[in-house]
């Protein structure tokens, strides 16, 4: 069985100061919640900030996104030799990048096999569109999105990728999947990376739910039996809203 797992996306909120605050709040909410990995992913402004208050602790540091490559003429970019010293996780394939900045599953791919190079770890995030769940494609889609990440990876590499389950019409919106829906797809996930795997290195793959994620619907999610854990938006952004999924995914284990 995966590790309970929970990250907070912050994405594009909080100056510096505002990140600083905001961590220490998290260092103490999340203090003395054990068995579950926790991961907060501030902007890249504040990571060494963020980083710095979190010394010492339990909480683990990522980044929202990285480059394919580790330096060069890329204005504006952040490679992954840049987040080495500070990040052992990042999400890659994010849908709000796979729309907005038109990411192709090959480009996240690239960026998922330069992250094991340099022995971060991916989270890599998949999820279907609204349209496309109405056609009935949402395996299908989470599917091949999971092929195309993970491609060429070694099964040692892929037990060592975290990856999350976002329904692109569930993101921001307030409208979360059931539990039984979320399950549904994580579930065919497992499946899938028992296929690109073995079936035992898939079980300890952690599988996190995003999309509209908070403390009221944390529990019911955590009792699914392949929602390993959350990847969390808004709710992140609030210290105890936070520390209440966390606690939610530690009475898995």
């Known amino acids: 069985m995966a590790m309970p797992f929970v990250a907070g996306n912050w994405k594009m909120n909080t100056s510096i100061s505002e ?20 991961v907060v992913c501030p902007p890249f402004i504040s990571l060494a900030g963020v980083a710095a208050e979190f010394a010492g602790s339990a909480v683990k540091i990522g980044a929202q996104n990285m480059h394919t490559e580790p330096r060069g003429a890329f204005t504006g970019e952040i490679s992954g030799a840049m987040l080495q010293d500070v990040c052992e996780y990042v999400i890659l394939g994010h849908s709000e990048r796979r729309q907005l900045l038109g990411e192709t599953d090959s480009f996240i791919n690239a960026k998922i096999r330069a992250a094991m190079e340099l022995r971060l770890i991916p989270i890599l995030c ?128």
């Not at 889609?141 to 990856?163: F, N």
């Not at 739910?209 to 938006?233: C, F, I, K, P, T």
């Open 126 to 253: 998949v999820g279907e569109t609204l349209e496309e769940r109405e056609m009935g494609n949402a395996n299908a889609v989470v599917a091949m999105q999971i092929q195309k990440g993970l491609r060429e990876l070694t099964a040692v590499e892929i037990g060592r990728s975290v990856l999350a389950y976002e329904p692109v019409w569930a993101i921001g919106t307030g409208r979360a999947a059931t539990p039984e829906m979320a399950q549904e797809i994580m579930g065919s996930m497992r499946d899938e990376l028992g296929r690109l795997a073995r079936t035992e290195i898939a079980a300890r793959v952690p599988l996190l739910y995003g999309g509209s994620v908070n403390a009221e619907n944390a529990l019911e999610l955590a009792a699914q039996q392949d929602v390993d854990g959350a990847l969390v938006g808004g709710a992140s952004l609030n210290a105890s809203d936070f520390a209440a999924i966390a606690k939610a995914f530690a009475t898995r284990a």
């Open 19 to 38: 990140a600083i605050k905001l961590a220490k709040m998290l260092r103490s909410a999340l203090s003395g919640i054990d068995r579950v990995t926790r």
